[in-house]
């Protein structure tokens, strides 16, 4: 029996899916070339079908966040979605039907990076993002960037790209602005989940940069970059437990 209310709007490149008068808010953002929500495989299906009936879950609502990447340039282009999306969301406003006071985000590949843009861009916080945010949860995040991002263009993936290379200027400053927030404005520690199998960001976290904010351990899970975040069902998925903990 499907319990949820399930809207899709494709050509806005959203989905909101909604209980009864939750008032706690999961947002799921994708990466390169991702789309609200293939990127997630089935979840927002099992979502649908199964929240309701888990004890954490059934308290919240989930919308999965889309873009087009070879129209942004910048982290900060999807730090502004986020935003835009959480001070709808937290004053009632359409598409949402009532206030929410919790916050979860949750991030894959280059949507993580513009979840960490969001988090120390103080000017973005419509609300005390403290007070209430619960959650940070990224899956597969270029800490240090990608090796193959040097080939993103082939793929249509427009000036963001750049953005994505090893080293690359954007992600030192992003670096360099989270050392310089974080310290007077702690955020909700950062767990970070990397796939053993992944050969787009790497997955031996020595080789990454570790963020002011990120717990000290991440998890090593045996999935892909595409697989991390696809639950292939929802009894006895990684994914799902890993989203169920966050929200706990």
């Not at 991440?218 to 437990?241: F, M, Q, T, Y």
Request: aromatic residues 10%; contains cysteine; proline residues 4%.
């Amino acid at each position: 029996m499907i319990a949820r209310e399930f809207h899709d709007r494709q050509h806005e490149k959203w989905a909101l899916i909604r209980g009864n008068d939750n008032s706690s808010l999961a947002i799921f953002i994708h990466g390169f070339r991702g789309n609200h929500l293939t990127t997630w495989g089935i979840l927002p299906e099992l979502f649908v079908k199964n929240a309701d009936l888990d004890e954490v879950l059934v308290h919240w609502d989930f919308l999965f966040l889309g873009y087009k990447t070879e129209t942004i340039s910048s982290y900060l282009d999807i730090a502004h979605l986020l935003s835009t999306q959480w001070e709808l969301a937290s004053r009632g406003q359409r598409p949402f039907a009532h206030e929410y006071r919790k916050l979860a985000l949750f991030g894959h590949s280059l949507g993580t990076l513009g979840i960490r843009q969001f988090l120390c861009a103080k000017c973005l916080h419509t609300v005390q993002l403290n007070d209430v945010l619960s959650s940070v949860t990224l899956f597969g995040t270029p800490l240090n960037g990608s090796p193959f991002a040097s080939m993103g263009r082939l793929f249509g993936g427009g000036p963001i790209c750049d953005a994505l290379k090893p080293n690359n200027p954007q992600l030192r400053m992003l670096r360099s602005w989270t050392d310089s927030v974080f310290p007077g404005f702690s955020w909700r520690s950062v767990k970070i989940i990397l796939g053993a199998d992944d050969r787009v960001v790497g997955s031996q976290y020595a080789d990454l940069i570790k963020f002011p904010g990120d717990v000290d351990n991440p998890l090593v899970v045996n999935l892909d970059h595409g697989r991390i975040v696809k639950p292939a069902e929802w009894d006895k998925s990684i994914v799902r437990d890993i989203i169920v903990e966050a929200l706990r």
